[in-house]
């Protein structure tokens, strides 16, 4: 047995794992998607409609797949990444799915993006086996190995994170009036039911609930309505096009309540500086992930990878930018993952070795924030910390939080 093994990578980067595999097999053993030299995985992200500024989490992602390439592949298999436009539409996502598994062929789905286009999918998906790993989504469900055994989340759940949320504004504004904008869809009923949990006892603070549709050109009049609530706390779980929208409103209408804000939409190149930063100062959100403006990393070595990593692969990106953080991770735990499956390159085994994550620490993660997963825990990730924007980074307070969902 090969126990704590301990493997590359990247260049000069170690991710060590406290986990069992099989022995060196005597034969290869492949399903459709991997051969001798190559792995098929595919992916679909919003390249363009209403969450297009998240395309660049996949673009990432085909940039290091191309850099592990560059260095040799995976095990000597180079990575043939098919990444499809769904636009953030439902249907589109079902067609692109389709596609990839039964026209491209893929071994596994990888970080599709998004709750509402990633549950359009998931029963077909689970129905052909197919691994759907480290789903780009807080979606709850992701993380039901009972309903969903070939699925897997990566983030924080929305339930995990936004509970964090409610128990910070019950602790620490027992009496505020709390207003709650979230998107019409699953995205935002996954975290209302966090928040309201987090909130327990205080929950009839919320004075207010507004939804908007994702298809809407702006939210400009559901935050006149919430203003008008009377609420001191506007609790902003839009997506990253709304949620600068919200920011950016707020400040026109002479609103300035305490703000907390969901972590998808904490980038500060896609959704504070459209926002205006004097406009975002002091809102609150949770992380798991380093900040690349944080001066407190400055001589970390992981930055200093991720960063010489953005100028040869992505020159002229904006390395602040919270969503290629994002990408960095999660492509580095899939290449930690089929690392681990050696020369056995079945969907079945890319599963159990998924499954059998024990404290991974990626590159970008917090120090204290490790990637653990069993058969019956398919929430890698279920901690974070709480950070305030000082107008011009995010810096960060407390202690690093768990909102465990997964079964002990």
Not at 76 to 85: L, V
């Amino acid at each position: 047995m090969r126990g704590a093994a301990c493997l590359g990578i990247a260049a000069a980067v170690l991710v060590c794992f406290a986990i069992a595999t099989p022995g060196a097999a005597d034969e290869k053993r492949y399903d459709t998607g991997a051969s001798d030299t190559t792995i098929k995985i595919g992916n679909t992200a919003p390249y363009s409609g209403p969450l297009s500024s998240n395309g660049i989490i996949a673009r990432t992602e085909g940039a290091y797949f191309k850099m592990i390439n560059d260095q040799g592949g995976i095990n000597g298999r180079k990575i043939e990444f098919i990444s499809y436009d769904d636009a953030y539409s439902p249907p589109k996502t079902v067609e692109q799915t389709r596609k990839l598994i039964e026209s491209d062929e893929v071994l596994l789905l990888f970080n599709q993006l998004g709750t509402p286009t990633t549950m359009s999918v998931i029963k077909y998906v689970n129905a052909k086996k197919v691994p759907q790993l480290f789903i780009a989504a807080g979606g709850t469900v992701f993380g039901d190995h009972k309903i969903y055994p070939w699925s897997m989340g990566f983030q924080p759940s929305y339930q995990s994170e936004t509970r964090i949320y409610g128990r910070y504004l019950r602790n620490n504004y027992p009496d505020g009036r709390i207003a709650v904008l979230s998107s019409n869809d699953d995205f935002g009923r996954d975290n209302i039911k966090g928040l309201k949990d987090g909130l327990g006892n205080a929950v009839g603070n919320i004075v207010a609930e507004v939804t908007y549709e994702t298809s809407a050109p702006t939210i400009d009049s559901e935050l006149v309505k919430l203003k008008f609530s009377g609420a001191s706390i506007l609790v902003n779980f839009a997506s990253a096009k709304f949620a600068a929208q919200a920011i950016k409103k707020a400040a026109e209408i002479g609103w300035k309540p305490v703000h907390v804000l969901h972590g998808n939409s904490q980038s500060i190149s896609a959704v504070l500086k459209p926002a205006g930063f004097e406009n975002a100062k002091d809102i609150i959100t949770a992380s798991y992930s380093k900040d690349p403006a944080d001066t407190a990393w400055k001589d970390d070595p992981g930055l200093k990878r991720f960063s010489e990593f953005i100028d040869k692969y992505m020159p002229g990106e904006d390395k602040t930018n919270f969503y290629l953080v994002y990408g960095y991770n999660a492509a580095q735990a899939l290449v930690a993952v089929l690392q681990q499956c050696w020369d056995d390159l079945t969907r079945e085994n890319i599963m159990r070795q998924a499954e059998a994550l024990n404290q991974v620490h990626l590159e970008m993660l917090l120090p204290d924030v490790g990637l653990s997963t069993s058969p019956r825990d398919h929430y890698p990730i279920e901690q974070m910390q709480l950070q305030k924007f000082d107008g011009q980074n995010w810096v960060r307070f407390g202690p690093v939080i768990e909102g465990t969902l997964s079964e002990k």
